[in-house]
């Protein structure tokens, strides 16, 4: 598990930790050494592209492009419009919660979100796609 903030969820590491998660800091990551990345490292509200430590976490993993499951969107991926800026960390599979983020399916969300699976919540959405599920609406 690599840390992509300063500031952590303690009771989040703590939990990740004791069920076998290893933190490893990021100069100690060799991309090539990893076959599955979660991509959770931002999340829908974040805007404006990748900055800090996120933006040294993906160009730390991209050379290698590991299999990537992103949680919601790719990092970097704007939720609205699917802008990607100029650094996204694409992903193999990603898994969207409550209802499709627009920006799966709009700009160049699709070609960087890979498959996309959606859990239902159980929320009660105005679902834009009607029921119509994620693979008929690409």
Known sequence: MLRTADRVHDEALAAATDAGATLIELGDV???????????????????????R???VVST????TPRVIAVDLPSGLDPDLGDAGDIVLPAT???????????LTRGEGPALSGRVVL????????DAVGEASVDEIR
């Open 61 to 64: 993993l991209m050379p290698a």
């Open 54 to 56: 996120a933006r040294e």
């Open 119 to 126: 859990v239902r919540l159980g929320l009660e959405l105005a």
């Open 93 to 103: 599979t990603t898994v969207t919660f409550g209802a499709v983020k627009a920006g």
């Open 30 to 52: 060799d991309a090539a050494a990893y076959d599955l990345v979660v991509d959770g490292i931002l999340g829908i509200g974040a805007r404006g592209g990748l900055r800090g």
